[in-house]
């Protein structure tokens, strides 16, 4: 059993309301806890322990330390620069149900706690200052070794001693992002003193440029305001580097200023709460970047049929999906609702796509969710009993890359042992689909697809399985409808639809014989062909808790 922390000695001190020097407080800190509340004046005269004294006490504001991000200590100047005292100053981020003219909101959204403090005057400025720096210094000790003991030292924490690199995309999502970072987030990230070097970025693959050359031991983290777009360009940076290995273990973070913000819901549904949206999504995940906490992110490797490899962290898709992805860039000004808006498009004229489909099911499969398993090919022209082969043996075809490769680049990364080349049959344990049209193919890592799309309920960044979805031919533009709108609370594979498969696999390969059509990594267009990915567990790191 793990050995608990000792509970540390509570604080107790009387302070005064800024806002009101009359209005005295009663000050309790715990290992969990900051109680605040106003003393009435009858019994607040001479007394310094609140504790002592007999008088009832006004009920108690109670601020967790798992919501507190950080707390100051500074002195207060009046307007001609006179000394006003010391000044505590905490910050916390809790949730609650936001009241509407209609009624509260369906989910508990956090939203910001300044809980101000002056110290009682004893005339003494620096001995004031001191009081305050203690009391901030303790609160923030607490609130950190709070975080870190809830989560039972599963995880490891961002080095404070090290700059974030923060990269925004000026123009992702409705353009923005900027104002999210000046808005919110440097606020918070002030509050928390996590210290941070801003980047905008200038152009596409300027930050995979960056990457790939930056000075990664100034560096505690990179972390993105952006869409998931510029996460895949950093990762693959990350990943052309001479020292990938030891690079690629760079925490990385995420923070919404996308119109899809498949990662950043995700990393808000790890935190257990209930979906939120837009500015309260911001919010979350700016709370979950100061807490800094860092887990195992799974990686995919996806092996085009040019021969070139790509890095990607959360989907590969084809079909439907991939095809709203990209025809709906051009709503992009609406935001968030350019999906939808492609999605009604795109039903209205659905299609089917030809194309051979297989996958090595995970090993703990017997437990996953399954709609419907149609029945599988054990081997056939698409089975072989070929050995693996690692990735230095793969073939590479002569076929010119499209959109995104690496064609310019050394090959990096781990071996790819689960799969054969994409010019031979897969292996023999593979399970080969025998239906060969289909609606779409969706392979994840994660929750999310988007904001609203719970498409993986039960992922988490680093479980080491690629959670993959298809939908066969016959299914009625109703049915497919009802799919992505039950998809909103992740009850999609409660629809029951025979057409809908779920699979937990740690490989995949797709022959798309439609052509032409699109396949996209993490929400990018790649070149349109054979593609294959395999599962890389916990070869990355992310700032998630
Ligand atoms: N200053 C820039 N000008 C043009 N393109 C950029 C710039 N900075 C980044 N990019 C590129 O924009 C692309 C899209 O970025 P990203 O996915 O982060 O945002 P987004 O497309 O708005 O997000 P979403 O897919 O959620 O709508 C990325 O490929 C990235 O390389």
Known sequence: MAARAPLSRELRAEFTDPADE???????????????????PSSSSSSS??????????????????????????????????????????YFYPRARRRWAGGIAPAAARHRVEQRLRVASG?????????????????????ARHTALAHGGQYSQVCRARRLMVLVN???????????????????????????????T??????????????????????????????????????EREDWEEAIRTPLGILPGGSGNALAASVHHYTQADGVFGEDLLLSCGFVLCKGLVCPLDLLSVRLSSGHRLFSFLSLAWGFVADVDIESEKYRPVGAVRFLVGALVRLASLRTYQGRLAFLLATEESSSVTAHSPPSLPASSYCSSLPRV?????????????????ADLKEHGPVDDLMTPLGAPVPTDWTVVEERDFVLVLATCHSHLAEDLMVAPDAQPGDGHIHLFYVTAGVSRPALLRLFLAMEKGAHLACDCPHLVYRRVKALRLDPVTRPGVITVDGEQVEYGPVQAQVHKGYARLISG
Not at 173 to 198: D, F, N, S, W
Not at 399 to 406: F, H, K, N, V
């Open 390 to 406: 690692s990735n230095t043996q793969q073939h590479h075809s002569s076929e010119r890359p499209a959109t995104i490769t690496g």
């Open 123 to 143: 005339g003494d400025a620096g001995a004031e200052l001191q009081e305050a720096e203690r009391w901030a210094r303790a609160v923030t000790h607490r609130a």
């Open 170 to 200: 000026p123009l992702s999502g409705k353009g923005q992002a900027m104002a999210l970072y000046t808005g919110p987030i440097q606020r918070m990230l002030t509050e928390a003193a996590v210290p941070h070097t801003l980047i905008t």
């Open 49 to 90: 322990s609140p504790s002592s004294s007999s008088s009832p006490l006004s009920p108690s504001l109670v601020l967790s330390l798992a919501d507190c991000v950080g707390c100051r200590a500074y002195s207060a100047r009046d307007g001609d620069g006179e000394n006003e005292g010391a000044l505590v100053c905490a």
């Open 22 to 40: 009359e209005v005295k407080l009663a000050v309790t800190l715990t290992d969990s806890s900051l109680t605040v509340r106003r003393i009435p």
């Open 202 to 239: 200038e152009h596409q693959n300027h930050a995979r440029e960056l990457v790939r050359k930056a000075d990664l031991s100034q560096w505690s983290a990179i972390v993105i305001l952006s869409g998931d777009g510029l996460l895949f360009e950093v990762i693959n940076g990350l990943m």
